[in-house]
């Protein structure tokens, strides 16, 4: 499930391919690394607000640390909880990425002593140099927290992560998304085509072989 994805825009470029403006008018609060999501960190979010559509920033945990692991990916959306969620289009959100990571399913031996790892592998969208992932947001006892949802894995993600991607969204289908029916959130529940990724790696960051 993906835990670990990118965003290299900065917020200039984020307002100008959304059509966004800040969530208030106060200074964006720049004090994380947007360029690195991990659970429970910082990122920014895009939403519809009665006042336009706006970039936010919030973390990435939808329960704000209420369960024992950050809830960073939901699925089933016919749950009570989650669609109480995506039935109401104020607490829908655009996740903007640049790429996301799944791991290798099988550890690798680097040949340096050490115990074998799995590898990172970073998709990429082709025709999406940015591109924004569905998501629902809420208020927590600790901010507002955002979740990404996942869908079936295209051709492309089902060898590394045979269970689930996140639904990355064809540009013409974040309006219908952020204000459509419930029955538009769940047709849009739906995997990337695979002809319109691509993938590096395994790479391994944290050793060298």
């Known amino acids: 499930m993906c835990n670990r994805a990118r965003n290299s825009y900065e917020p200039e470029a984020l307002h100008t391919h959304f059509g966004t403006i800040f969530a208030d008018d106060r200074p964006m609060d720049n004090r994380f690394n947007p360029t690195e999501l991990m659970p429970r960190s910082r990122a920014y979010v895009i939403r ?17 640390g209420g369960a024992a692991w950050p809830m960073t990916n939901v699925r089933n959306l016919g749950l009570a909880q989650w669609r ?30 050490k115990k074998p790892l799995k590898g990172e592998m970073w998709f990429q969208v082709i025709d999406q140099p940015l591109f924004a992932v569905a998501g629902f947001w809420q208020p ?3 901010g507002n927290g ?21 639904t990355v969204l064809n540009p013409e289908d974040h309006d219908r998304w952020l ?7 769940v047709a849009l529940q739906q995997p990337y085509a695979a002809e319109r990724m691509k993938v590096r790696g395994p790479v391994f960051p944290t050793r060298h072989a």
């Open 48 to 64: 519809e607000t009665d006042r336009g559509r706006h970039l936010d920033v919030m973390s990435w945990d939808v329960l704000g």
């Open 84 to 113: 109480a969620l995506a039935a109401k289009p104020e607490n829908r959100c655009l996740v903007p990425l640049s790429e996301f990571c799944e791991w290798t399913p099988e550890a690798h031996d680097l040949g340096d002593g």
């Open 140 to 142: 927590t006892a600790k």
């Open 146 to 166: 955002f979740t990404m949802v996942t869908c079936n894995p295209n051709d492309l993600i089902a060898p590394i992560h045979p269970k689930a991607m996140i």
């Open 179 to 185: 204000r459509g029916s419930y029955d538009d959130v």
